[in-house]
């Protein structure tokens, strides 16, 4: 049986190791009184360090586990159910609400972009059929048909009468 003074030698590396520990995470040692046969310091930093990397090991093998790996895989497959789900719960409010998506707003806004292009378009080749029949025919020139398209875009006074 072991006395008392060999358990106090084998108890004070293992304090002084986790006394340690707590001191660098932050939470304060517990103070244990000094006994007599205390371990030397680099035998406490060995033991530190042989603590540290056997936890790095065991957690890097437990991640890299083939359960870890497969509940991780399940947790993500889940997690984008339940978005998918969420967002046609979403879609399904927002039509029985009959108001509109996002998703609806920006494809009619796409449309209209598209019909005023589509438009545009057509205006400016009836524009230039309009200019090549007038040209052809002796009509006006094409600085004064841009005046008169300027003039357009002001708002007309009202017609007054003229006397004769």
């Not at 000094?34 to 060995?46: F, I, L, M």
């Not at 083939?66 to 039509?95: G, I, P, Y």
């Not at 009619?108 to 545009?120: F, H, K, V």
């Amino acid at each position: 049986m072991a006395s008392t003074t060999d358990q106090g030698a084998n108890a004070d590396p293992f304090t002084q190791f986790w006394g340690d520990y707590f001191a660098r995470v932050g939470l304060g040692a517990p103070q244990a009184p000094p006994s007599p046969g205390t371990a030397s310091a680099d035998a406490v930093k060995q033991m530190q360090r042989m603590f540290l990397d056997s936890l790095a090991k065991y957690c890097d093998d437990f991640m890299r586990s083939e359960q870890f790996l497969s509940m991780m895989k399940q947790s993500m497959d889940q997690s984008l159910a339940f978005k998918q789900q969420l967002d046609q719960f979403l879609t399904r409010l927002h039509q029985g609400s009959q108001s509109p998506s996002l998703t609806d707003i920006t494809d009619l806004a796409g449309t209209l972009r598209n019909i005023e292009s589509r438009i545009l378009n057509r205006l400016s080749d009836l524009e230039h059929r309009v200019a090549a029949v007038e040209d052809g025919r002796g009509g006006k020139p094409a600085a004064d048909r841009s005046n008169r398209d300027a003039g357009k875009a002001r708002p007309r006074k009202a017609p007054t009468r003229r006397r004769e």
